[in-house]
């Protein structure tokens, strides 16, 4: 089956460093992508929708300009979270949908900013 | 918008019992789809079932089934034969019938199966 492979699946920064996730569909184009934030024990939340060719639309409270998105092709997501601050430590997943009933997840990401 | 409840944060089940997990959605749309997944320590989503809102027979994947009342809006999962594998985060998801559209989660029940 279709597979989304996200890179890396851990990351420690220190406080005011940029870091960079990527997020890949590897059998198949994307045009959309989502990035989601998960608190332990939490569900996930929508950060913002990743649009090929496009600007990524960012849900209320997600500080744009912290929280970079780009989608340079239709196989290929990144977050870039920067100047990263311990508040930031999160676990981050994206999605990719090869139509509308077959949504694939990466295996996500944890963040841990010192 | 679109709202998905999980009324059961916690749930546990001896081995080889059945458990029913909970949920219920408010949309608008009268096409859409609804998904269980799973999310186990790893935190890898994995896909348990999906329904499409236009079908009226309930889903069924080997020892998971659903029960789709689409009136009532309510979505539960039947977990049947319970084993220990199964513990993990269970998440009820929303998700309108558009290409590359987002999901809306629960806020997910956590199951433990005893042996």
């Known amino acids: 089956g279709a597979v989304v492979s996200q890179h890396p699946s851990r990351v420690i920064c220190k406080s005011g460093t940029s870091v960079k996730i990527e997020c890949r569909s590897l059998?198949?184009?994307?045009?959309?992508m989502f990035w989601y934030r998960q608190f332990p024990k939490q569900s996930l939340m929508l950060m913002a929708t990743s649009n090929e060719g496009s600007k990524a639309t960012y849900e209320q409270g997600v500080e744009k300009d912290k929280f970079l998105i780009n989608h340079a092709s239709l196989t290929l997501s990144t977050l870039t979270v920067t100047s990263a601050h311990p508040e930031d430590s999160s676990f981050y997943i994206c999605?990719?949908?090869?139509?509308?009933?077959?949504?694939?997840f990466g295996a996500g990401t944890r963040l841990s900013v010192l | 918008a679109q709202t998905v409840t999980q009324s059961q944060p916690e749930m546990s089940v001896q081995e080889a019992e059945t458990v029913t997990l909970s949920c219920t959605y408010d949309t608008s749309e009268n096409n859409y789809y609804l998904f269980w997944y799973k999310q186990p320590p790893s935190r890898q989503m994995i896909l348990v079932i999906r329904?499409?809102?236009?079908?009226?027979q309930n889903a069924t994947e080997n020892r998971f089934s659903v029960n789709f009342q689409k009136a009532a809006k309510s979505f539960s999962l039947k977990i049947s034969d319970s084993q220990l594998g199964d513990t993990a985060m269970y998440f009820c998801a929303f998700m309108k019938h558009v290409t590359g559209n987002q999901f809306y989660f629960g806020t997910g029940t956590s199951l433990t199966v005893i042996p």
């Open positions: 999605s990719a949908s090869q139509n509308p009933g077959a949504t694939y």
């Open positions: 329904q499409e809102a236009y079908k009226q």
């Open positions: 059998d198949f184009q994307a045009t959309t």
